[in-house]
């Protein structure tokens, strides 16, 4: 006999997802993002003021059944605002310059859950949000030297490039989300 295991799920973290999220992003952050860096990284030394306690910020969990109960498979956040403009062309910063801006951030998925659908349910949700939320447009980076993450999000629905700033030092490249092709 087979037993049936739940299909992860994701939802807005609560106060008490807080501690496995800082685990598996400090994590991620390690193995996969080159380390911890408190000028990129600062949101994770305080998950609960940066997303639970800060207006138009959302962070989202997806938990799968682990062995000894639910795991944390992967994480996406949304905060205002376009990349930081000391990390971007000029131009780039002034095309979000006055605008109501929301960034997805922090789509990371833990790699023992990859290619389960985890990356499209948390970044769906996120785009989903920031929608409803009213930000317009929807931007993001990711680092394409991360195995898997410039295809992830070049096949996203609704993606659209925006600036390929490689050979920058984190292999960035911009996209912003159309939401009427996202299901946003």
């Not at 496995?20 to 990129?40: F, I, K, N, Q």
């Not at 989202?60 to 605002?81: I, K, M, N, Q």
Request: net charge neutral.
């Amino acid at each position: 006999m087979t037993l049936a295991v739940a299909p992860p799920v994701v939802r807005a973290a609560r106060p008490d997802d807080l501690p496995a999220v800082a685990v598996h992003m400090r994590g991620m952050l390690e193995r996969e993002l080159g380390g911890y860096d408190p000028r990129l990284h600062a949101d994770v030394d305080d998950l609960a003021r940066a997303y639970l306690a800060s207006p138009g910020t959302r962070l989202f969990v997806c938990l799968a059944e682990g062995r000894d109960g639910p795991v944390v498979a992967g994480t996406a956040s949304v905060r205002p605002g376009g990349p930081k403009p000391a990390y971007v062309p000029e131009w780039l910063a002034a095309r979000y310059a006055g605008r109501r801006v929301g960034q997805i951030c922090r789509v990371w998925v833990d790699p023992a859950h990859r290619r389960l659908g985890v990356g499209r349910m948390l970044a769906t949700e996120a785009a989903r949000w920031a929608s409803a939320a009213g930000y317009d447009p929807v931007c993001l980076h990711t680092n394409a030297a991360v195995p898997g993450a410039l295809a992830f999000w070049t096949g996203f629905p609704g993606a659209v490039l925006v600036h390929d700033a490689r050979p920058d030092p984190w292999s960035t490249v911009h996209f912003e989300i159309d939401p009427a092709v996202s299901g946003a």
